[in-house]
């Protein structure tokens, strides 16, 4: 059993019904230094509860999931406490995820009016905590109901009016593969300083009912997955490099079985 | 029974199960006088036969679907039939997809190249045969499988080599809607002269499996159709307005009431 290359971190919900203790203990096991974590795990187990677990087993939070959904009532006071679960568990990261349209609204330039406002109230709260907002731009397929930023040139441009620590942007694989300008955004990100975590998926058809969960394990799809990480990686990014996987297949094998295999595709198709 | 606004043109896979003479006698009864063809039912009813149909009941054929594809072999020979085959139903205008990546590839910018090459290789057949080819760029989530042409702008540079009579583009609002250069692009292909066709589909969640008879009727989403039309107005573009939904419920209905549904919501949403 070969050591993992120190910048792989397993994102949480690519095994999504391990339990935190196993999860740590099962990394641990393998040698796996960094984890994303979600605010529901982390809320059920107990937010102070999981980071001295991460803090007692030397792991690094790499980045909490997710604030955002800026369509919805209180999304201020909610992202605020996302924030501040961040904070206390040391991790330097919470990813947004700018929420779609609200309920019956055709009116996308006013959802995206609205993320700009939500990150000008947001960031220096964030900056104050230590925290650095990433702006997660999702697929397009997604903007009705769950984002509309939906490249990276549009999160990078939502991003520029604050300082890079804090708001900056994700990479995601999955996401942006397919659009013309993603090695040209990467490098703006990097000029920019704006790269705050960098995740892999892979790119599967046909899509599932509702596409949320089928994204494909690193090397069964369609992304050059290596492309993008020495594209992020020319950047002068040095930072994690989480899997994350929304697969019911996966979700199925027993969580060891689906880090070794994440780990085992991850040394084939991305290092 | 209000006369319908003479740019409304019924896509034939609106009404997919419709036969074609039923389809031909039921526009007439109801006053449209634009249809947009398949070639797929145009070869089952005779190639011949749908042109003379359509010419002794006064319709306009205003687009044929489809060329493109061009990741398969054969092609070129295949798009050169097709053009044959728009020509002989008079229609000006021949809707390319351009197809996915190749099998088991992950190179979609040698995909994306291969567009160009054929592009190249077909556009002055095109002309000859006085129809112009018209690059629909396909939702994002088409990539991989159906269409690497993902914006109205990458449509707009693989066109830019070639005259405007030979290629130009299709704009759908169900494929463009979430794009935040859509409203420029509109102007751009305006000002370049490369508006083919302008089509409508509304967009709604969930997707289904497959993500391709997802579309949704007029009204039913969040696109903003009528901002769309406007754009497209204001370019100076007077053509057709092809209404083009991919729905499996529309699909059940009896043509007559799908076209009724259709022309009542295109006159509430659209004009």
Redesign the interface.
Known sequence: MTVPDPRFSLNQWTTRHWPIPDLVSGCVARGVRGVGLWREPVAEYGLARTAKLMGDEGLTVTSLCRGGFFQEKDAIAENRRAIEEAAELGTPVLVLVSGG?PEG????DAA?ARVAECLAELAPYAGSHNVQLAIEPL???Y???RC?V??LG?ALDLAAPHPPEQVGVVIDTYHL????AAYDDIARAGAEDRLAVFQVAD?V???????LTGRGMLGD????LRRFREAVEATGYTGPIEVEIFNEELWAMPGPDALTLTLDRFAEHVV
Do not use: Y
């Open positions: 349209l609204s055709r009116d996308i995206r697929h397009p397929m903007a009705s109901d509309v939906s490249t549009q593969w397919w659009d013309t790119w058809t046909p899509l599932p009912e509702g596409v799809g369609c992304v050059e």
